[in-house]
């Protein structure tokens, strides 16, 4: 569709004039006849809601919003056509069937053994072994090898030593789901563990013998304790609402020697209510700051991330001072289950604060365990009510966590955005269906590409480049406070203002350290090279050789300040209403271009009416306030190979 | 850009014709110029019957009046009371955490200085034009405007002999009255009647832009904090007394020692440098929407927490540069 205009979130008067594409994966918007022809990418995968607003007498406006938070806003010049679009984007958004996803079709032009590979580069069995298992305590199971016993758990499954295949199956049966209690993390200093379960069948009064030795065998593997902590993730009313249903929680009477904890973490449905109204506060246009933390405040998503970390922190705190094993439930323990049991291993051990160790972290706590990715974040077309964003909640623990242990995290906050986005693409097959068993069924390794292996050939780009592996901050566990008045929980803008470039600092510490870390490797292997020649040069005595060296002038790549990129040259709109945009009243006769923004309280009342129209840009590449290229910050775009094939699979 | 205090208007609407030259000498040909009042409409009319107000359009048609209000500063101190109280406010709950971050209006402040800040330096930078920059006694809210103006504009004034000189002119030359607004702080047990922390929000904005530009300034937070803490209280002379009529009575060149010549030595500057510092060239646009405005950790929060984690990060990111 020819003559769309793709509006500026941030400032209504920036239109960009061009055609509308769509493919069978993409929505594409193509700037006109600007020598870069800007490109504007969006998977169909990534569209949360389509919305079509008011025509008016520019045209029929069209709200995209997507899943990784950019929102798009176009208009069509015709209403028949805005409704095809509507129409059409609907169904692309809402594929039926697994084969629709474009992890089936996108090809990264790798052989079959490189995808194969690909797909090892993570392994769990390989991480069990890394703790330490198996060893006195603890033992791989196969009681679940052909998905007998619980169909959402992996078919290996890491158990006490004394829990026989006879306890685990009869646990199970006593288990929401069947999942039974298994092994999520060892902490070989002191022998603690956290185990992972759903909650007991137990209504009122039942018992099962087998799911109480279940847990004695787990407080059992702990030589070091006699107790063991039972932590449901629940507020205590809904745990006791589950009751009535005949489930509910563990009778410390019944389990000899535990420690029950009620954590109130919220459900998924909260989950989802508090990011839509984060959201629409993101969406305010110049919003106050009482607007703004008043919004932020009442949905609430900020109290919601910190009883997630909470949990984490009391967690570790048992297992690693106490030296307390703990096991934690939630409802169906694959949603606060998951995202606790994460945010502990990660306090507790620095391997997860790698690169490699926290693709295993998802990989464990979060794809063998069954999380259930195709519900939560919309794979198919199903429930809206399963809709949540619980694992956008877990990594953004981590980025508060990056935030305040700057040296601590090998990996940067690019990383975290990007996983989050492919959670969301379906552009890789990590994160499709519900279980390990589903993604067997469905061959997904051997019928897609795994994101671990394309994050890891990029993992350049998402190094902290203030990382040292011997840091303090890397040795053994974090220990982050609690109060918010002591960790200062920020509001994720590069996240939920992903594309609104112009609200995030114009130059990144990051990608300059990155880059002066670059040079100094490359001066490192220059002055190498030289030193060799020099030796070489030493030994053949041959003075009338001259040593023509063609060095690369290298300094030139630190240059942020020279021009381009990162720094806006452009002011933002600084008075109130950011609506309004005088020309000159005709009566002052000025011949300049520019206006200078007003805002009609601010003029005096002898001023004609204002118009909305003159243009700021004097030449100046606005760099602030633009929607996305569609090169720059889409990571399904950075190989730009991948997504000029899309648009001829159609 | 000039500054000035308000115009003596007054009910009767006096007119005064040097004024009016006096600012007309600055228009370049063919410009109009700005004026800049940090108050709001009302108030700068209420101004009138006290004998104030502001300069008229038929007086001084030449000029165009914005109206960018900037809190008053005895609103500021217990701004400032109710931040701090937030911030030791030990109880683990995040709505009341929020609730009372959004009840200091801190923040808010800092959003209106630096908006109408980058409204004067775009008056300039985009239109070419004259600004006039004042509020009432053009003592706190308009030295607020002009030296962020500065920074904005003047990469000179991002490096440290370039701040240090903003501040000396800015703020001690303009007579800021540091004796009156930095004597107690926020901990104080009696309301002072002219305590206000309008240099320490200054200091904040600077930080805003800081960390929305952390490549452009010579100088560090630290830096920043500093200053900060030796408005407050100091073994130097420069920031005592309210203008420099009274610094020269109290003979504070003869019988005090300058912070600049503390400060300049080569190695307490060292601790004061930013390492990722790139001159440039650039006027700086800070963003002022709320998501990119923060509270300033390192002064509200500085003891709440071990900087360990911070301090590491600080001396690696030295040591990278250095090592390059």
């Known amino acids: ?650 | 850009m000039m500054r000035s205090s308000q115009p003596l208007t007054g009910t009767n609407g006096r007119r005064c014709k040097e004024d009016e030259k006096l600012i007309n000498a600055t228009l370049r040909p063919g410009k109009r110029g700005y004026i800049i009042d940090t108050r709001s409409l009302n108030v700068a009319q209420q101004a009138r019957a006290k004998g104030g107000g502001f300069e008229q359009e038929a007086h001084y048609p030449q000029w165009r009046r914005i109206h960018k209000c900037i809190e008053r500063f005895n609103i500021l101190q217990e701004s400032l009371i109710k931040l701090v109280e937030a911030c030791n406010d030990q109880s683990h709950n995040m709505d009341r955490w929020l609730s009372k971050l959004e009840a200091s209006n801190w923040l808010t402040h800092i959003k209106e200085i630096l908006t109408a800040a980058c409204l004067a330096a775009q008056c300039i930078d985009r239109e070419g034009a004259s600004v006039l920059v004042h509020g009432t006694e053009g003592t706190d809210s308009t030295l607020q405007v002009t030296s962020l103006a500065q920074i904005i504009l003047d990469p000179r004034c991002r490096t440290i002999r370039g701040f240090e000189s903003l501040v000396v002119r800015e703020w001690l030359q303009a007579g800021h009255p540091f004796q009156q607004r930095c004597a107690q702080s926020a901990y104080s047990n009696s309301k002072q009647k002219w305590e206000a922390p309008v240099f320490l929000l200054f200091l904040d904005c600077v930080w805003q832009i800081l960390r929305q530009f952390p490549c452009s300034f010579e100088f560090n937070e630290q830096f920043l904090i500093m200053l900060f803490e030796h408005a407050y209280a100091s073994q130097f002379g420069t920031f005592l007394g309210n203008n420099e009529n009274e610094r020269s009575k109290l003979k504070l060149p003869q019988k005090t020692m300058s912070l600049w010549s503390w400060v300049n030595r080569s190695e307490e500057l060292s601790k004061f440098q930013n390492p990722l510092f790139e001159a440039n060239s650039l006027v700086i646009w800070p963003s002022v929407a709320p998501q990119s405005l923060q509270l300033w950790e390192g002064v509200f929060l500085r003891w709440n927490r071990p900087s360990k984690f911070l301090d590491e990060a600080q001396e690696e990111m030295i040591n990278i540069i250095k090592y390059n």
């Open chain 1, 1 to 650: 569709v020819e003559n769309v205009r793709l509006l500026d979130r941030l400032s209504s008067r920036k239109a960009a004039l061009g055609t509308l594409y769509l493919t069978a994966t993409h929505v594409i918007f193509v700037e006109n006849g600007s020598e870069t022809r800007k490109e504007t990418w969006v998977l169909h995968s990534q569209i949360s809601s389509i919305e079509k607003q008011a025509t008016t007498a520019s045209g029929c406006p069209l709200l995209i919003r997507c899943k990784n938070f950019q929102v798009i806003q176009l208009v069509i010049p015709q209403e028949r056509d805005c409704h095809d679009i509507y129409i059409s984007l609907i169904r692309l958004a809402r594929p039926v069937k697994y084969e629709e996803l474009y992890c089936f079709s996108f090809n990264p032009k790798l052989d079959k053994e490189e995808r194969e590979q690909g797909w090892k580069l993570v392994d769990l069995n390989e991480e069990y072994n890394r703790m330490g298992i198996p060893n006195n305590y603890w033992q791989i199971s196969d009681v679940n090898r052909d998905y007998g016993v619980c169909d959402s758990y992996p078919t290996e499954v890491y158990v006490p030593k004394s829990a026989t295949a006879h306890i685990i199956v009869g646990s199970s049966k006593f288990r929401s789901r069947r999942r039974f209690p298994a092994l999520s993390y060892y902490y070989k200093d002191n022998n603690a563990s956290i185990c992972r379960s759903s909650q007991p069948l137990s209504g009122f009064s039942a018992r099962c013998l087998e799911d109480e030795q279940m847990l004695q065998a787990i407080r059992k593997a702990n030589p070091g304790s006699d107790f063991l902590y039972v932590v449901d993730t629940r507020p205590k009313l809904n745990a006791m609402a589950n009751r009535a249903a005949g489930k509910g929680y563990e009778n410390e009477d019944n389990y000899s020697n535990i420690k029950f904890q009620f954590i109130g973490i919220e459900n998924i449905h909260v989950m989802r209510s508090s990011l839509q109204k984060m959201l629409e506060v993101c969406e305010l246009k110049s919003p106050s700051m009482s607007d703004f933390l008043w919004g932020l405040e009442n949905s609430g998503w900020l109290k919601h991330i910190k009883a997630i970390m909470d949990a984490g922190i009391f967690i570790a705190k048992a297992v690693a001072e106490e030296g307390v094993s703990v096991l934690v439930h939630c409802s169906d323990g694959w949603d606060r289950t998951a995202q606790v049991c994460s945010v502990a291993s990660l306090l507790l051990d620095p391997y997860y604060r790698t690169m490699k160790g926290f693709m295993v972290l998802i990989e464990k706590d979060w794809v063998s365990f069954g999380h259930k990715f195709n519900h939560r974040y919309g794979n198919l077309d199903g429930d809206p009510k399963e809709i949540s964003p619980v694992i956008d909640q877990f990594i953004e623990c981590v980025w508060q966590l990056m935030e305040q242990f700057p040296c601590a995290f090998e990996f940067n906050e690019r990383f975290l955005i990007h996983i989050q986005h492919h959670i969301y693409s379906c552009q890789f097959g990590n994160f499709l269906c519900n279980s390990q068993k589903e993604r067997r069924e469905l061959k997904i390794q051997e019928r897609t590409y795994s994101l671990w292996a394309h994050l890891w050939k990029n993992r350049a780009d998402y190094l902290n480049p203030l990382y040292r592996s011997n840091h303090s901050q890397m040795q053994g566990t974090l220990r982050p406070q609690m109060a918010p008045c002591n960790f200062l929980y920020k509001f994720w803008s590069g996240m939920y203002n992903r594309f609104e470039k112009g609200l995030h600092p114009r130059q990144s510490v990051t990608d300059y350290l990155m880059a002066v870390k670059e040079e100094t490797q490359q001066l490192e292997e220059e002055l190498e090279v030289l030193g060799e020649r020099l030796a070489n040069l030493q030994k053949s005595q041959l003075n009338y050789n001259k040593i023509k060296s063609k060095q690369q002038d290298q300094s030139k790549q630190l240059g942020l300040s020279t021009s381009n990129n990162s720094l806006a040259n452009t002011p933002q709109e600084y008075s109130n209403d950011l609506k309004s945009f005088p020309s000159r009243s005709p009566s002052q006769g000025d011949e300049e271009d520019s206006a200078l923004i007003l805002t009609q309280d601010n003029l005096k009342s002898s001023d004609p009416d204002l118009s909305a129209n003159s243009d700021q840009e004097s030449g100046v590449e606005d760099l602030s306030c633009r929607s996305p290229s569609g090169g720059g910050c889409l990571p399904s775009e950075d190989s730009g190979k991948d997504s000029d094939e899309a648009v001829f699979l159609a």
